[in-house]
């Protein structure tokens, strides 16, 4: 059964630096393409970023290209979302994402976390 869990959420000042990290386990990292998601109370799941299975392609919302970057380690079944210059409006819950499909942006995979908080103060 594969199972997903996020860390590295928390409160940070705008203009501050996070990273989101998000481990794989009960099946094999490297068959999934990985993607982020975020949500605010009220409002329907954005897209974020999506890391296809070897590192590339990658995809980006126009919110945060430029700002965000997804990585991945294989060996380590983990995925990343290092976020640089974070604005109050990133404050969200971060969901990854897994799929054994590709992800183009926007595509939402099956498998969920069960999310991390990331709360930007301006």
């Known amino acids: 059964q594969v199972q997903l869990v996020e860390s590295g959420g928390g409160l940070v000042q705008a203009g501050g630096s996070l990273r989101l990290s998000c481990v794989l386990s009960?099946?094999?990292?490297?068959?999934?393409?990985m993607g982020w998601f975020r949500q605010v109370p009220e409002k329907e799941r954005e897209f974020v970023a999506a890391i296809g299975w070897g590192g590339d392609p990658t995809f980006y919302a126009d919110s945060v290209k430029g700002r965000f970057t997804v990585s991945r380690d294989n060996a380590k079944n983990t995925v990343y979302l290092q976020m640089n210059r974070l604005e109050p409006d990133d404050t969200a819950v971060y969901y990854c994402?897994?799929?054994?499909?590709?992800?183009?942006?926007?595509?939402?995979?099956?498998?969920w976390g069960q999310g991390t908080q990331v709360t930007v103060s301006s």
């Open positions: 994402n897994a799929d054994t499909a590709g992800m183009g942006p926007g595509a939402e995979g099956a498998y």
């Open positions: 009960g099946s094999t990292f490297s068959h999934y393409a």
